[in-house]
Structure formats: C-alpha cells, structure tokens
C-alpha cells in the first residue's frame, strides 16, 4: 500500500491550514458566500439538506485498518457514530459542523487522508477496481497509476475550475469493475500487439441526466504518455467545455457537440506541445509508487476447515456462495463484506462495524481494506482457512449478509433523506426491496441482478446502468419512481432503456416483483441471468408484467 | 511645516472645509493651508492657463510655478511664457525640460510622437514633471468637470496616487467663466488662439479645431489619446505613464487613490505600465513600441503566431474567479514560448494567487474593492507559491 511521503504529509497539513484561513475568512468577510462555496467544495465540504456533509477520500478505494480506525474515530467524535460509503469510493459524514471541520482534516492527515477534491468542479478522487491487486483476471495493479493521476491531479492550478466535476476511473482487468465507459475520462490497463503496457483511453462518458457511454480516444497510450495525455484532454476541455450551462459543461457534452474527430484532434496538437513537459520524473515517482503496492507475501496453507464448514453450515456456505471471488493466489479468497443488511441504509457503516472491519483486516487481510462503488468493504487477501473465522465475527456485528450481487445488494444514492438535489427518497426503496425479497426467500433463486436507485435525475445512484434502475422524481410533489431495464455498467456498458410511465412510492416494490416474477417465467433455465434473459427477449415480457391494466386494455 | 494624517483622510478632510469656497478662494487658502504643505503650480502656458497663474499671481507671487518645455512646443507658447510671467510678477517660474540623455536615446531625432504618442508624453513630460514635483505636497491644475470624460466628477482637493494631493480650483468653473475672469482682469490671451486653436499642447499633437467640435478635439487628433498622462482623475490612470513613487508607498493609499492593484510576490503595488493595452485586432503591424495586448478568456491563441516576441505584456481577463479558463490559456502562452509579462486581470481571489503563478502568471490586476476586502497578507499568504507543488516534482 502507498504511505504518505513527507511531502504528500507536508502537502496535507498545509492544505488544511489554508481551509482553516479560509473558514475564518468567510467569518470576517474576506471571502464571499460565493467565494467561499468552491473552495470549500474543493476540501470536500458540501451543505447538504439538514447540515454540512464532509466528503472524505478514499482513493482508488484502498486503505489500511489503521485508517479504517481513525474513520471510526472521527464518526464518534464529530459526527453520530456512523458513515456512509459511497458510489465514487469514498466515505461521507452527515453531520459535522463547520468549525469542527479543519479539525476532521486534521485527524485525517495523520493517518494519509484527505478530503480534497472530493466535491467542486475539479479532478475528483480517481477510482480503481477494488480488487486491484487481488483479482485473477488482471492485467496489472491499476492501483499505482491512479496514485500517479491522484498527486498528478491534486491542487493542479490550472483545474481547479473547470467547467464542471471530472471523474477518472482506471481498471486493470478486461472485466471491467470500474465502471471506466460511464467516466469522463476511463482508462483501462492493456497491452499492445508487442507485449508493452499502456491504456485504451475512454472519453466522454457519463450518467447524469444525459447518460451517455465513453468513447474510445486513444486505442493504446504507452504508459509513459499518460500525464501528458490526459494534461491534454483536461486542457482542451477546460477551454471548450460550455459554461454558460451547467447541464451541459460535463466533457461529455463537449464531445458530443464537438465530435470525437476534432476532440481527438485538438487533444493530439496539445499532447504533443505537452509531451516534452514530462521529463521522466512522473516515471520515476510511478516506479517507486509500484513497489509501495508489492503484494503481500501470501502463504501457503491447507484449508479442510473451509471445506468442512461449508457443508457444516448452510449459512456459511450460503455466504461463500455469494460474498467470494476468485483471488490470484492459491487458497486465497476476496471477502466482500456486504453494507446491504436487509433493511438497513446501503452503504452505511457504524463506528464499531469499521473497527470490526480494521481488525479483520489487520488480523486475516494482510491489513487491507478495500470500498467498491458498489458500495460494501472488501478484505482482499484472506486465506480460505481463516474464513470460518472472519466469518463469524462479521456475523456477530451484523456484516455478514450474504447478498453480493445478488436482488437486495442495491446500490442507491442518499436521496431526499440527505441531499438538497433529490427529488425523491431513495433509501427506504432500497430497504423496502430488500425486506420483501428476503420475506420471499427468493434471492438466491434470483441469483446475479444489479438494482440501482438514484433519487434524482443526476443519477448519484447509476440507475442507468443498472439492471433494473429506479430513478425517483418530482411530480407535482409527489415521488414517482420511474423504471430502465437492460442496462450493464462492465465492460459491455449499456445504458437502460426506459420501460414506461413512472409508479408512486407505494406501487414501487410491487412492479418490481412483477418484473422478477416474469424473468424467472420467461427464462430459459437457472443458469441464464436477468441481463441475459432481457437481451434475449426484449423489453416486452417485462413491459407487460410491469403494465398489466395497459395490456388488457388494449386487448379489450 | 509638513502636513499630518494621511492623504486620503487629509483630501476628504479638505474637501469638507472647502466645498462651498469659490475658485480663487481654494487657490489662496490651499497656498497656505498647513493641510496642503508645500505647493506648485504646474502650468502650460496655454490657451487658459493665464486664469490660474493670474490668482496665484494675487496670492503669493513667489508660488513656484512649473513650466513644463517639451521641447516640442509652439514659439509662439515661449514667448507668451515670458510675457505672462512678467506681466503677473511671478518670480519663481521653472522651465523643466526633458532630460536630455534620455531624449538623445528614446527619442534621438525627435520623431517618437508619429510613433507613439505615449511613450513621447512620457519622455518628455510625464517623467520630467515627476522629477520636478519631488519635494511638493501638492500641485494645482487648471482642470475643470465640464471638460467631460474623465473629469466629470473631479474635486478640489484629490489624493493622486499615494504621494501628493493634486488641487483643482477651477473644476466646478462652467465653460464661459474663464473668458469672463480673463476679461474682466484684462488678461493677455494665447496668441494661437486667435488662429484656432482653443487647447494648446505640443506643436506636432496640436491642431486647429473647427467651430462646433470640443474644444479639446484638436489635441492628439485620429487618435484616442484625450490624456497626456500627467494627470490621472480620481487616481485611475487609464493611458500614459506613472511616475514610481516618491516616498516608500502607504499600501492603504494605494486603495484609496487607485482604482487597480497589481500583486506580486512582494505584495501590492501600483499600476506600472504606461503604455496601454492593445486587443487582438488592433494589433499595431509593425514591431518596436511597447505592447501589451488584452485577450478575452475565449481568445483564439493562435492570433498571436508570429507575434509572441514582439509582445512584451499580456493580460488575460478573469470576469470570474470561477472561470477557469485563464489558467489554461496562460500556460499555453508559456508553451508557445511567451516570455513577456503575463498578467491576469480581474476576478481572482487570493486563493488562486498560486495558481496563477503555476499557470505562468507574473501578476495579478484586482479592483481596489477587492484588495480592501482580501487585504495584502492574504494575498502573500499563498507568495509561497513555489512550495507543495505536485506538479513541479511531475515534470521534472
């Protein structure tokens, strides 16, 4: 794992001394509200509905128990006693206070966190596969590079105000867990016909109100070019980007109505003024980044206990089934620990379930501990024959809900119960389609289906890539959840389709049971998923389970 | 006796005692108001300058009076001088000329007005009137409101820059009082004004107006110049150069007298560059004066191709501190191998101040509201620019 340098250190506390200024500026009048607001959205600092919330980073979602402790720690102290991890791998705190807050960063910086850029019209937080480092099908350890963009990014003056928020995703693997297509930026590790490592370079992607899949810039970037590169792209756009709108100053607008050809080719005139920028220091630092991110030295030990106690208990096998996957070392396993109890608010963690999570992690997990944009914690090194005992541990602090992947692991957005942009509430649907499919104990038969719920149209919640997505609005003061079907956030991203008119609150959970009731119909046997069902067949058999009136209305 | 408080106060202090005082009134208590210290007039000789020289003359006619000789001037402006000094009695007339080494380089065949009216103001009044008021508090001047432009709201007493106040007796004077104040004192007039010249300045910068034109038309006509540069209203010098202080500036003073602010590293200081702003498009065609061009935030860059070593300043607008596209066009410039002054102008805050010097930036141009309320140390705060600077250790 990356350690702060002392320059990184000294970086931090300075960062935090200056948001300290400027707190007090804003309170004397040197700052205006309006000056004030992006600076302190740029130390990750919003005002949300009821209070301020604070944005930490986790970036590219890695961090040790120590960390994990100290986040604990800061929800005790300043905030009530719990966090809520999010769908950009990070972690948020609703209730601080805003003269609390420089004090938070502080706590933060003596364990090598921050919360800069997490908010603002900035570079945010790159994300990464979180099972960079851990994963069979990887080509390499996204991780280093997205430290290189992370300090790259970081207070970079000349985007600091863009036309709007940035987001860069890297992954590592084919299989792409990064979501990199719905990026402004996604880049994906592969290697060119010869064997030498670079990236395939995505632009333009995005959800939001004008969902739209990345297009493919760059077919392979020798890794040494990546600083420049995308210096390039971040430049062009900051000066084409619109600003006279914020709906449409996202890059992707800016490519659509530019066109990827004269995009790319303003991108390639800048990259090659920018090239001889670069003069090997980056490749350099990224060396010695590569050998903080080592893998651990993994043991060798058999695991009969794992064995036998899957057959033992049922619950044990059931979450093996579900929370495992498969670890590039012999007898090791990835743990994804599910924030997606039945009923509870996805994502959120109390104080003492993240000491758990430390101390599984420094005890099995070779002190790692990772956060998906799915929105759970995953120990990424544990050895099969520790299982039986993390197991029960997670058990007792209730983290042990075998769901990964499955109907009730929904990733929502923390909607009206939160956030001052909502139009709708997304938490209690989520909770209330967890409860009801785990009151039918259908689940498991169920098996792989990604539900997503944003609770407004700037789609925090990806509904757009979800298999089924749950976008709640605002009609005339009523919620109305209205539903897409088909969509796919790997590497074969889709975005869904919208299936018809919207539902009240109420009619929510019942539609979607219409609409499993009718994949598990129409499918062709147990092995064939809901995504697969619907590409096979189409949206009408789950158009006409989600509209029966309509259907036997056009009949008559 | 030196005068107390400081400038700004003492000029708000003044114009409360004499805003109800007449003309001749303001000249003589302003000749012996310990408030207003040691005091000259400074005077042309001109078409009207004989009204001002003449109160002077009835109040203390030992009052230093500056004449400044471009060396450029009309014969017949030479003569009147003499005339008028004896005919007033003024006994402590000093004629400033330019100095002559710096003529003999800038200016050698003494052609630089054609070229540029600016840098010819500069040489050879602005600089030498510089040198002359060293050692005065205060100067009079003939300047009136109705004169328009710049002067509509112009005071008797005016703190100019941070050094000196600049008393205008005659600015709330309407256009017919100076030729009834000279006709009824039986003054003698301007010989060219007889010939149609109605405003005076240098000879190859003067020319005749016609009946019906603003009298001061005639004065650098074809061109926008309506200032020589001696003279910057309510502190704002909009064209020609600035004198460097005097005395080790009072930061306060610079707010209150100056309307712009350029921070460095070393903090505030005053506008220091004398030969105004071109634009993209008005671009001169041919290299040799100082130029300094103004770009748009969403200026074409390339207009510049060719032109990038004959530009010595370039100033970049901010309309908004959250507007970010200067930054980027900064560091093009500097890409592209501008090595001239790079300025951002406008909206920034001190929290960007390390930015902007990141980004290539030299300086930075804020508005004197701005520097009120984001006050200098704020703004040396971040001088540290060069410190924590990821993207230095990258590009190594």
């Known amino acids: ?68 402790r100290q986040l604990a720690l800061i929800a005790d102290r300043w905030d009530k006693g719990y966090g809520h991890f999010t769908t950009r791998q990070n972690i948020q705190y609703n209730w601080p206070k805003l003269q609390d807050v420089p004090d938070m960063l502080d706590a933060l910086a003596d364990v090598g966190m921050h919360a800069i850029q997490t908010s603002g019209n900035t570079i945010r937080n790159v994300t990464a596969d979180h099972f960079a480092g851990a994963a069979g099908d990887e080509i390499a350890d996204p991780r280093p590079v ?69 297009e493919v810039i760059r077919d392979f970037l020798p890794q040494e070019d990546l600083l420049p590169y995308l210096e390039a792209i971040v430049s062009v756009y900051n000066l084409l980007g619109r600003r006279d709108n914020k709906y449409k100053a996202r890059i992707k607008i800016t490519v659509s109505e530019t066109g990827i050809e004269e995009f790319r080719a303003r991108v390639e005139d800048q990259f090659e003024q920018l090239r001889g920028e670069f003069g090997g220091a980056d490749q350099e630092l990224l060396a010695r980044i590569e050998q903080s991110f080592a893998a651990p030295e993994f043991r060798t030990a058999t695991f009969e206990n794992f064995n036998a106690a899957r057959l033992a208990n049922p619950a044990f096998r059931a979450f093996t089934d579900t929370n495992l996957a498969s670890h590039r070392a012999e007898g090791y396993c990835i743990v994804t620990v599910s924030l997606k109890a039945h009923g509870a608010t996805p994502g959120d963690a109390t104080s003492d379930q993240m000491r758990v999570l430390a101390d599984l992690a420094e005890t099995y997990g070779h002190d790692e501990l990772r956060i998906s944009h799915e929105q759970n ?42 956030c001052a942009l909502a139009t709708a509430r997304s938490i209690p649907i989520a909770q209330e389609i967890a409860t009801r499919f785990d009151e039918l104990k259908l689940e498991h038969e169920i098996g792989p289906l990604k539900i997503k719920i944003s609770g407004c149209i700037n789609a925090c919640g990806h509904h757009h890539v979800g298999h089924i997505g749950i976008l709640g609005l605002d009609r005339a003061g009523v919620e109305n959840y209205q539903i897409t079907l088909g969509g796919d956030h790997t590497e074969t991203a889709v975005i869904g389709e919208r299936a018809g008119p919207g539902f009240p609150a109420d009619e929510i959970v019942p539609a979607i049971e219409r609409l499993v009731g009718a994949y598990l119909e129409n499918r062709e046997d147990a092995g064939e998923t809901f995504l697969a069902a619907y590409r096979r067949l189409g949206p009408d058999p789950f158009k006409a389970a989600l509209y029966p009136e309509k259907e036997t209305a056009d009949a008559a | 006796m030196r005068p107390d408080g400081t400038l700004p106060s003492r000029v708000i202090d003044l114009n409360r005692c004499y805003a109800h005082h007449s003309a001749a009134d303001v000249l003589k208590h302003a000749l012996t108001d310990p408030q207003v210290g040691r005091t000259a007039l400074v005077s042309s000789f001109g078409a009207e300058s004989v009204v001002l020289l003449h109160m002077v003359a009835v109040a203390n006619p030992a009052t230093p009076i500056l004449f400044l000789d471009t060396e450029m001037l009309f014969p017949e402006t030479l003569d009147y001088q003499q005339s008028v000094a004896e005919r007033l009695g003024l006994t402590d007339v000093r004629i400033i000329r330019p100095d002559p080494e710096e003529a003999a380089v800038r200016d050698p065949q ?22 002359a008021l060293k050692g005065f508090d205060a100067w009079i001047t003939g300047r009136k409101r109705y004169q328009g432009g710049r002067r509509t709201d112009l005071e008797f007493f005016e703190a100019e820059l941070r050094v000196r106040i600049k008393i205008n007796p005659l600015t709330h004077w309407a256009p017919g009082d100076v030729q009834e104040y000279m006709l009824n004192n039986r003054l003698p007039r301007h010989p060219l004004v007889a010939q149609g010249y109605p405003s005076i300045g240098c000879a190859p ?164 509201e701005l520097a009120r309320r984001q006050t200098e140390d704020q703004w040396l705060a971040r001088a540290n620019w060069k410190a924590h600077d990821y993207q230095a250790r990258l590009r190594a």
Request: proline residues 5%; glycine residues 10%; aromatic residues 8%.
């Open chain 2, 205 to 368: 910068c003067t020319s005749k107006v016609a009946k019906g034109e603003d009298p001061r038309a005639g004065r650098w006509r074809g061109s926008e110049k309506e200032e020589c540069g001696i003279h910057f209203v309510n502190g704002k010098v909009v064209r020609g150069p600035l004198p460097a202080p005097v005395e080790e500036p009072q930061k306060e003073d610079i707010m209150a007298t100056e309307d712009t602010v350029i921070v460095t590293d070393t903090g505030f200081g005053p506008e220091d560059w004398a030969h105004g702003f071109a634009t993209p498009n008005t671009l001169p065609a041919t290299a040799g004066a100082a130029l300094a061009v103004d770009l748009s935030p969403d200026a074409d860059l390339s207009v510049l191709d060719g032109r990038l070593e004959s530009i010595d300043m370039i100033r970049i607008d901010f309309p908004s501190f959250s507007d970010g596209r200067g930054f980027t066009l900064a560091r093009r410039l500097r890409l592209k191998g501008f090595h001239g002054r790079l300025r951002a102008k406008g909206h920034v805050i001190a929290d960007q101040y390390a930015m902007a010097r990141r980004s290539g930036f030299d300086e930075v141009e804020i508005a004197a």
């Open chain 1, 1 to 68: 794992m990356y350690h702060y340098t002392e320059f990184d250190e000294a970086f931090v506390r300075e960062r935090v001394a200056q948001f300290r200024a400027q707190v007090e500026r804003r309170i004397d009048g040197s700052l205006t509200e309006d000056e004030f607001r992006p600076l302190r959205l740029m130390n990750g600092l919003y005002l949300q509905l009821h209070a301020y919330m604070l944005r930490v980073a986790i970036p590219y979602g890695t961090l040790n128990s120590r960390q994990m």
């Open chain 2, 110 to 131: 003494g052609l630089l007005h054609r070229t540029d009216t600016d840098a010819c103001c500069a040489l050879r009044k602005t600089a030498p009137l510089h040198e």
């Open chain 1, 146 to 214: 997205a430290e290189l963009i992370r300090q790259w990014s970081t207070d970079h003056p000349e985007f600091q105000f863009l036309p709007r928020k940035f987001k860069i995703a890297v992954t590592g693997s084919p299989n792409d867990r990064a979501v990199t297509k719905a990026h402004d930026i996604g880049l994906r590790m592969v290697r060119n016909e010869v064997g030498v490592g670079g990236f395939e370079v995505i632009v333009g992607g995005g959800l939001g109100r004008t969902p739209m899949i990345g």
């Open chain 1, 377 to 418: 914690v995953i120990l990424p090194h544990v050895h099969k024959s520790d299982l039986p005992k993390v197991y029960a541990t997670l058990r007792e602090a209730g983290l042990a809900t075998a769901n990964v992947g499955l109907i009730s692991d929904i990733i929502a957005c923390p909607g009206m119960d939160y």
